[in-house]
């Protein structure tokens, strides 16, 4: 199958080239660069949602509520970077039949992303392949990380909405995860909100926010029990209200000049990392290893600076 | 002061004359640039140990339990970059006191790195920090991070030898970070062995070690209680029996090698993200961003590839 046979199936919903489609992009193969460089010149108009919390908050239930929600009158694609997701194959019993619901409908594609494949970790692999399904023309893409850390501000950087889910009892986790906690959260959530101690996490979190920074969007703290459904719509209204301010504000120009960014740099690491067809900048790399130059001044040799 | 002044002062263990150096490497600044740029023709000769391990695992405890056996006749650093470590200020009373006994000590030097800084994550804070200790003379840096995650996975590409520590009943962070776990260890230590389940993790351990893959290099698994210093010996030993390692079988050279990579990439991409003074990374961005180029085709004409 040519490239743009492969190309036009997977935009027709099959989901036997969707996968070829995505592999050949995750494996950066001589085919991927070449479909991925297709993509990523139709992408843009997808609004991917990112979902993260520690395991255990229930965000893979809530995922699935979001789903029949978001998706409309178009498609939906579910990027799932977490290893215990059901979305990964890790279900539980309950979460499995629950995604089966989703089984026949072939307006949601859902793709499991390896945490650390051969080719980086997530932060290198998940922003092209949530490029290509917003190229293909799924209109929502949902994004679901496990934990919140790093690679999590590193995914947020590449999706317009982020969602943090937390569940009543979640306080050490507050306190080690501060530093980057609210810097990525768009929308807060306190799932399990059945449970003892919702209250006291709503209020940890709205006292956190409001120690925050001013930034013209106040992250709201959203109640929801995933798994009768409860709240969910209330989550949808504060992502759609998100998507508002990100547009009138300019804020959402900023965060894809900052995804670009970085996705660039992402791409020169690799390079970097990888050694042999790039001269120039391995001749660099092993000045650095060699101390005979610094990392930064080798970094500004290359972007022609100085 | 000149940088020449404020750099002898350094090399001569003045506290504030350390801490002003390492603050303008942290913050970028014009002089930090100078600073790093001697400084760092002037490392490689230090030995970097990272210790990482979820929150409540006693790992540092741990860590300043294996100060005064690595010292030995001369400098240690301890970088802490975990926000809940004594080191960093987040310490419980019993730590602070344990702590207290090395501050009279001017062999050893202490610092503190935000988890979050203005510049980037700690994966691209720590490795200059790190190095320009290493410059600065020290013979023994102890990385501190809390949890494993890929920003531990990061940073473990800047030390030589990474301990992952654990304490009983840490069952489900196995499971969640698997992925990334027995890829960074290099030293496997079961803290707190006084408690029950330590046999089990051991056993967990061991287990997950012999599925890994055969690189030369098998973790061994040491069992400590760092509260009362058992076994921490034992923790020195596999550590420079790892150190042996590493020269002689030239794994050393590839890390470097591969940690040069990484900072160099790193630096590109602060100076993607920043913005200004790079106008052909600038522009480059600004096609990426309009999708009129791929990040990875960017990326290749950056470094003059195709």
Do not use: C
């Not at 950066?28 to 395991?55: C, K, M, N, Q, Y």
């Not at 501000?153 to 050490?172: F, H, K, N, Y």
């Amino acid at each position: 199958m040519t490239e743009t046979d492969l190309l036009a199936s997977a935009r027709n919903a099959d989901v036997r080239a969707l996968a070829r489609v995505l592999t050949h992009i995750e494996n950066r193969t001589p085919e991927g660069r070449d479909l991925f460089s297709v993509l990523f010149s139709e992408s843009g108009r997808a609004w991917i949602t990112g979902v993260t919390g520690a395991p255990g908050t229930g965000k893979s239930t809530l995922v699935s509520e979001l789903i029949p929600r978001l998706v409309g009158a178009g498609r939906l694609a579910v990027v799932a970077v977490d290893p215990s997701s059901p979305f990964s194959g890790g279900a539980i019993l309950g979460d499995r039949i629950r995604m089966g619901s989703l089984a026949g409908d072939d307006r949601v594609y859902i793709r499991s992303l390896a945490n650390r494949g051969a080719l980086g970790g997530i932060s290198e692999t998940t922003p092209p392949i949530v490029s290509a399904l917003d190229g293909l023309g799924f209109d929502e893409v949902i994004v679901e990380t496990v934990g919140v850390g790093q690679s999590e501000v590193e995914v947020a950087t590449t999706t317009d909405t982020t969602v943090v889910v937390v569940s009543p009892g979640w306080g050490d986790a507050i306190q080690v995860s501060k530093a980057g906690f609210l810097e990525i959260a768009d929308v807060l959530v306190v799932n399990k909100a059945d449970r003892q101690g919702a209250d006291a996490a709503v209020r940890d979190l709205e006292a956190m926010v409001a120690m925050g920074p001013d930034t013209g969007w106040t992250p709201p703290v959203v109640v929801t029990t995933a798994t009768d459904g409860t709240g969910v719509d209330a989550l949808v209204a504060a992502i759609e209200q998100h998507r508002v301010y990100l547009s009138e504000s300019g804020e959402r120009v900023r965060r894809r000049r900052l995804a670009a960014a970085r996705q660039l740099a992402a791409a020169v690491r690799l390079e970097a990392e990888a050694a042999g067809d790039t001269p120039d900048l391995d001749d660099l790399v092993a000045k650095v290893t060699k101390r005979q130059l610094d990392p930064w001044s080798a970094a500004a040799a290359l972007l022609g600076k100085n």
